[in-house]
Structure formats: structure tokens, C-alpha cells
């Protein structure tokens, strides 16, 4: 079975520290890795991938990869009260044409 | 920017009606998903579809539960039956390739309520 693991939280940080976001999954042969944001109430919201091993940066958000540990991280740099929401880490296996989701850690950034 | 659109926003049905529930993918994607969340819990996989038939589907998606492209734009996910155990939310997903490689986006989500 295919698993992947999201600590629920919440993962409280003051405005403007860094928030780390973890996953960890069971299947060896994930090929590509998603992170995605979750407003109560909303359809999750792509906010970066990645598929090769180390760290990925797009603005404030540096998603890490290290397949040897089955270890996937989101970090948010500069956290907002806008940031707090449900993180969603999602999994590709190329042998399947699906996501498998994680259960999501709620972050709540405080001002 | 374009975007995956699912009516109705919210339905409320009664247990052993049939339900269909609509999906207009995002226009140069071929690959269409459907997925749900009951409150609470995990999204969940339930099925995908290229070339006009099913390419995946989960333990989930069984005989109650069809899909279909009837025409160039739309794709919908029907249950036959519903149980109060449908009751969730359904997502929409649509993807330009089935590669691992190609982000799939979602629509806004139908909310099925079944008394």
C-alpha cells in the first residue's frame, strides 16, 4: 500500500519565521513529488513540485528531496498570516497515473 | 488564466438517487481525474481517463461510479446510487500529460451532501 505521511499539526510560527513542512512515503518507486495548499473549504492549490534529489527554490517556498530517506520538505521562508492554511504533500508513481495525498499539516502563522 | 470549472458548487441529493456531477477540464489537457474528500480526511484518488476511457482507477470507484466525456469540452462523474457515505467533496483534476512531470489543477469542488 502506498503511503504518505503528513504530521496534521498545527504548526504555529510567529509572522515572518521559517515554517518546515515534512512527508515522508512508503513507496520506492515515487518519481515526482507535489506540494499543495488548502484554504478550508477549497480545492487544494499547486504551489511547487519537484523530482530530482535536493532543494528546489521558487520565491519564498524551497521544497527538498532526498529519496534515499523517502523524505520530502516544504520550507516557507518569511511566513504571513496569509501562508495559514492545510499543506498537502502529494505523490507520483510513474506506474500509476495518480496522486496519492498526504493528510495534510495545518499551518497557522500568527502576526 | 484558465481553469478547471465543476457545477453544481454544492448538491444535496437523497440516498439512492443518482447524482452527476460536471467538470470542465482546462482546454489543451488530455487527462482528466477525479478525486474526493470527505470532511476531515484525505484527498482521495478515484479515477482517471485519457483517449476516452479509463486509464486508473482506485479501490473506491466501483460499479456505482462512472465517467464520461460526452462531448469535447465536458467530463462527469456519475453514482448511480448514492449512499450517505458518498457524501464529500469531489474534486476535478485535469493535466496536459500523465507523466509524473505535469502538474494536474483542480477545480473548486462540488460538495455532495447525501440525506
Known amino acids: 500500500q502506498k503511503e504518505v505521511e503528513q504530521n496534521s499539526g498545527p504548526l504555529s510560527v510567529p509572522e515572518g519565521a521559517i515554517a518546515s513542512l515534512n512527508c515522508t512515503y512508503s513507496d520506492r518507486g515515487s518519481q515526482s513529488f507535489f506540494w499543495y495548499r488548502q484554504y478550508s473549504g477549497k480545492s487544494p492549490e499547486l504551489i511547487m513540485f519537484?523530482?530530482?534529489?535536493g532543494d528546489k527554490e521558487d520565491g519564498r517556498f524551497t521544497a527538498q528531496l532526498n529519496k534515499a530517506s523517502q523524505y520530502v520538505s516544504l520550507l516557507i521562508r518569511d511566513s504571513q498570516p496569509s501562508d495559514s492554511a492545510t499543506y498537502l504533500c502529494?505523490?507520483?508513481?510513474?506506474?500509476?497515473?495518480?496522486?496519492?495525498f498526504g493528510g495534510g499539516t495545518r499551518l497557522m502563522v500568527k502576526p | 488564466e484558465p481553469e478547471v470549472t465543476q457545477t453544481p458548487s454544492h448538491q444535496v441529493t437523497q440516498m439512492g438517487q443518482e447524482v452527476i456531477l460536471r467538470c470542465v477540464p482546462i482546454s489543451n489537457h488530455l487527462y482528466f481525474y477525479w478525486y474526493r474528500q470527505i470532511l476531515g480526511q484525505k484527498v482521495e484518488f478515484l479515477v482517471s481517463f485519457y483517449n476516452n476511457e479509463i486509464s486508473e482507477k482506485s479501490e473506491i470507484f466501483d460499479d456505482q461510479f462512472s465517467v464520461e466525456r460526452p462531448d469535447g469540452s465536458n467530463f462527469t462523474l456519475k453514482i448511480r446510487s448514492t449512499k450517505l457515505e458518498d457524501s464529500a467533496m469531489y474534486f476535478c483534476a485535469s493535466s496536459q500529460s500523465g507523466a509524473g512531470n505535469t502538474e494536474a489543477f483542480f477545480g473548486q469542488g462540488t460538495r455532495l451532501t447525501v440525506v
Open positions: 502529494a505523490v507520483h508513481n510513474n506506474a500509476g497515473n495518480m496522486l496519492t
Open positions: 519537484i523530482y530530482s534529489n
